[in-house]
């Protein structure tokens, strides 16, 4: 049995404009998956957005908003990963061909601002091809290299890792650490939890 076999129909689309003016953003549930996986993909063919299988959305839907019209109908996606305290990563955020230019997208991004703000994280960064969608939610450029966490999760398996248009932004303070990879940025100091009480240790 082929994989996509396995995955329930995503909901009918309309082929008239949802109205969008009071489209509402909710976190995902598993039964969004199916919609995101369609949407994120139609998108990461020409690289737009990285490609994402339908097991690692189901796996990460916690991360994920979706927007949707008055009506209920799926609009489009984002979401939030988190790597610390020090730094939260917007992905795969797309609204719906159809919906766009109405607010949704504003609105997807704004709550995984405010879901970062809730996890207390000070940095949140992407890396994008419109960094003028970005700009008007306080995200600045940055050279890359300040965000090795980002290179090391996804940059160093990307096919286009010696072509890639993107650039990398940063809302917040550029990150003084990192978690994942060798580094020349000091570890973070992790919190422990031991019998009843909290230390900080730093990690190895
Ligand atoms: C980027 C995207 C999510 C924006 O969604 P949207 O619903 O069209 O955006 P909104 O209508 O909420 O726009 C919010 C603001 O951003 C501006 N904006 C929207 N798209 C923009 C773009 N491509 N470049 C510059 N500004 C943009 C709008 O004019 C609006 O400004 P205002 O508040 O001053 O009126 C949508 O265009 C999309 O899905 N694009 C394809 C996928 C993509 O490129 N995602 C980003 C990957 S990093």
Same mark, same amino acid.
């Given at each position: 049995?082929?994989?996509?076999?396995?995955?329930?129909?995503?909901?009918?689309?309309?082929?008239?404009?949802?109205?969008?003016?009071?489209?509402?953003?909710?976190?995902?549930? #598993?039964?969004?998956?199916?919609?995101?996986?369609? #949407?994120?993909?139609?998108?990461?063919?020409?690289?737009?957005?990285?490609?994402?299988?339908?097991?690692?959305?189901?796996?990460?839907?916690?991360?994920?908003?979706?927007?949707?019209?008055?009506?209920?109908?799926? #609009?489009?996606?984002?979401?939030?990963?988190?790597?610390?305290?020090?730094?939260?990563?917007?992905?795969?955020?797309?609204?719906?061909?159809?919906?766009?230019?109405?607010?949704?997208?504003? %609105?997807?991004?704004?709550?995984?601002?405010?879901?970062?703000?809730?996890?207390?994280?000070?940095?949140?960064?992407?890396?994008?091809?419109?960094?003028?969608?970005?700009?008007?939610?306080?995200?600045?450029?940055?050279?890359?290299?300040?965000? /090795?966490?980002?290179?090391? %999760?996804?940059?160093?398996?990307?096919?286009?890792?010696?072509?890639?248009?993107?650039?990398?932004?940063?809302?917040?303070?550029?990150? %003084?650490?990192?978690? #994942?990879?060798?580094?020349?940025?000091?570890? /973070?100091?992790?919190?422990?939890?031991?019998?009843?009480?909290?230390?900080?240790?730093?990690?190895?």
């Amino acid at each position: 049995m082929s994989n996509s076999s396995l995955m329930p129909v995503s909901e009918s689309t309309s082929s008239s404009r949802p109205r969008v003016g009071g489209a509402t953003v909710r976190k995902a549930k #598993l039964p969004d998956a199916v919609n995101i996986f369609e #949407l994120v993909n139609s998108l990461s063919g020409d690289g737009t957005l990285l490609r994402r299988s339908y097991a690692e959305i189901c796996e990460n839907v916690r991360d994920f908003t979706v927007a949707e019209s008055e009506s209920g109908v799926f #609009l489009g996606c984002g979401a939030l990963h988190l790597y610390g305290p020090h730094l939260a990563e917007v992905r795969s955020i797309v609204v719906k061909p159809e919906a766009k230019g109405q607010g949704a997208g504003g %609105k997807l991004l704004r709550a995984l601002l405010d879901e970062a703000e809730d996890q207390g994280v000070t940095s949140v960064c992407l890396f994008t091809r419109i960094p003028d969608f970005f700009f008007h939610f306080g995200f600045r450029v940055v050279d890359r290299t300040v965000l /090795p966490d980002k290179i090391y %999760k996804d940059c160093q398996t990307c096919p286009r890792l010696y072509a890639c248009d993107e650039v990398a932004m940063v809302r917040g303070p550029v990150p %003084k650490v990192a978690v #994942l990879g060798p580094s020349k940025f000091p570890a /973070p100091e992790l919190v422990k939890l031991q019998a009843g009480s909290l230390t900080s240790t730093p990690a190895k």
